[in-house]
């Protein structure tokens, strides 16, 4: 496996002067040398004129938060990184290869959660690139290897987790979205260390049930709110009840019976549970009529 060797270019601007003082000589020089009917000198500043024009194609430039990767025929020679103008062997290839963050949306991806619902996701991915020479020479296109395998992280990530929480300590998709932010985040830097990528950061952007089955989930949903909230008013209406009784007789307002405290609380539990206000009866004779 390549690794990224850095490699120290020469400074390009005195390799520029240089050169086009060596451009300007020569190119006087042949002027003069076929004026004065002096064809060595002539063919002497040719040829240095030539070199000059060679040895200048081999400068460059590297722009901040780029590299440029150098070979020679085939062979990796190493990486410049640091912006400027640079001069190097003229026969060099070199490739700019960009080391900003980027980010990009995976398409939305119709996988089973992991209770075999279908669910639509999509998520959002950022990185850049931290070894150029894995980058360029270990993959076949790294910008499309992020890609790819971004969505098959994702496609893995919602196979793992529930798209609902069921349970008290289960995590889930909709639920926990720091959770699975760091574990869509691991799956995909481990699958992207080959192709010399760090994943900076990695989260859902779009989460929701598959068009066929919304209406059925969205009547799921509402079915377990109005449980939630029966169980909380009953559970109130319960405490309100024992509250009631403990006064009624901590005071000695009246004393009841088993069997009248029973109706008591029925009907406090009628009264305080209805979706509807109660319509009270007044009790014109005694509590045993």
């Not at 400074?11 to 004026?35: D, H, N, P, W, Y």
């Not at 192709?195 to 949903?221: C, D, F, K, T, W």
């Not at 909230?229 to 006064?247: F, P, Q």
């Not at 539990?269 to 509807?276: A, E």
Request: charged share 20%.
């Amino acid at each position: 496996m390549l690794r990224e060797k850095e490699l120290k270019a020469t400074s390009g601007l005195f390799v520029l002067l240089t050169g086009l003082v060596v451009l300007i000589m020569s190119v006087l020089g042949f002027i003069q040398a076929a004026t004065a009917e002096q064809p060595a000198i002539a063919v002497t500043s040719g040829l240095v004129l030539f070199l000059a024009i060679v040895a200048m194609a081999g400068l460059f430039t590297v722009n901040p938060n780029d590299a440029k990767v150098l070979t020679l025929f085939g062979r990796y020679i190493g990486t410049v990184r640091d912006a400027g103008l640079w001069f190097a062997n003229p026969f060099y290839a070199k490739k700019r290869i960009s080391l900003r963050v980027r980010n990009f949306e995976t398409t939305k991806l119709k996988v089973n959660d992991n209770h075999g619902n279908p669910i639509e996701i999509a998520a959002v991915v950022v990185w850049r690139v931290v070894d150029s020479a894995e980058a360029l020479f270990e993959v076949d296109d790294y910008q499309h290897y992020v890609q790819t395998q971004s969505e098959s992280a994702v496609r893995a990530l919602a196979q793992t987790f529930p798209y609902d929480a069921h349970k008290a300590d289960e995590i889930a998709l909709s639920t926990h979205p720091l959770e699975v932010a760091k574990g869509l985040q691991a799956a995909i830097a481990e699958r992207l260390e080959k192709a010399g990528v760090n994943v900076i950061e990695a989260r859902i952007s779009h989460l929701a049930y598959a068009p066929e089955i919304a209406s059925a989930m969205l009547r799921r949903q509402q079915a377990s709110a109005i449980i939630a909230a029966r169980y909380k008013i009953v559970e109130g209406a319960v405490g309100m009840v024992e509250n009631a009784l403990e006064l009624i007789s901590a005071k000695s307002i009246v004393a009841l019976d088993d069997e009248r405290k029973a109706a008591m609380v029925s009907n406090l539990l009628v009264v305080l549970c209805s979706d509807r206000d109660a319509q009270p009866i007044v009790n014109t004779g005694t509590i045993y009529q």
